[in-house]
């Protein structure tokens, strides 16, 4: 497999400016174990007409869940990697590009969100909150950060569709903070009139054979039924308007 690229992301603003003229337009998204995912676009020029349209990609964006985090092939385990599999057996002419980062908050994915749209996007996936939440981050700067990134995403690329994952909490966080956690999703879905997931977890979250030993990352098996929830909202997506 080819492994294109490896930067670590605290040394990408450091670099000199002929470094990123000789890597465009290489793709630079990074997962949880700070290599490209196999799953990913290549991302090139001349993928930007064809049979294979450059706008005709799907990003998801998000943490460790999406990355893929501990399963021992991420880039065919991972939900996103399942996604794609679903749409290849389809016959639908879009390309996943995992952008899950490990331990990703929403103000880091407001940080880096702006390289992500660097390059063409015709759905984007946003699947963050779950570090905000284990952290007891304010529920208001959540909503906010991921409005904020939603505004960028519709700046950039206003043509893009945007579906939001809902996520919740273990119970062990308190009755209060879970519930104002909780409603965060539905809250930014119905404010910027977007589709939402209920619950990316759903079915997998606190059940133990779904999850790996830390009871947080989902085992490829959970994975597979984060795809199945996924795929029944993102599936209208890949047809509608075309």
């Known amino acids: 497999m080819d492994r294109t690229l490896i930067l670590p992301i605290n040394r990408v603003a450091t670099m000199p400016r002929r470094f990123f003229k000789a890597l465009f ?3 630079l998204f990074l997962i949880a174990s700070g290599r490209i995912s196999g799953q990913t676009d290549a ?3 001349d993928q930007a ?3 294979h349209p450059a706008a005709n990609r799907i990003v998801f ?7 893929g985090y501990g399963l021992s092939d991420p880039d065919r385990e991972a939900y996103p990697a399942l996604i794609q599999k679903r ?3 389809a016959g639908l002419p879009w390309r996943v590009v995992n952008a899950g980062l490990s331990g990703e908050t929403t103000a880091g994915g407001l940080r880096r969100v702006n390289w992500i749209l660097r390059q063409p996007v015709g759905i984007f996936v946003l699947a963050l909150g779950a570090n905000d939440g284990l952290r007891g981050l304010p529920p208001p700067l959540i909503e906010s950060n991921l409005r904020a990134i939603i505004a960028r995403v519709r700046a950039a690329r206003p043509n893009a569709k945007i579906l939001l994952a809902g996520m919740r909490l273990p119970t062990n966080f308190g009755e209060d903070y879970i519930r104002q956690f909780a409603a965060v999703f539905p ?4 404010a910027e009139n977007l589709q939402l997931i209920p619950f990316l977890l759903e079915g997998v979250g606190g059940h133990p054979d779904l999850n790996q030993a830390d009871a947080i990352h989902p085992t490829a098996a959970g994975d597979a039924l984060i795809a199945n929830t996924v795929w029944l909202a993102l599936r209208p997506l890949l047809t509608a308007g075309n």
Request: no cysteine; hydrophobic share 45%.
């Open 25 to 27: 337009p290489a793709t």
């Open 43 to 45: 991302l090139r020029p």
């Open 49 to 51: 007409s064809g049979l």
């Open 61 to 67: 964006f998000g943490d460790s869940l999406t990355a």
């Open 87 to 89: 749409i290849d057996a």
């Open 187 to 190: 809250a930014v879905s119905r």
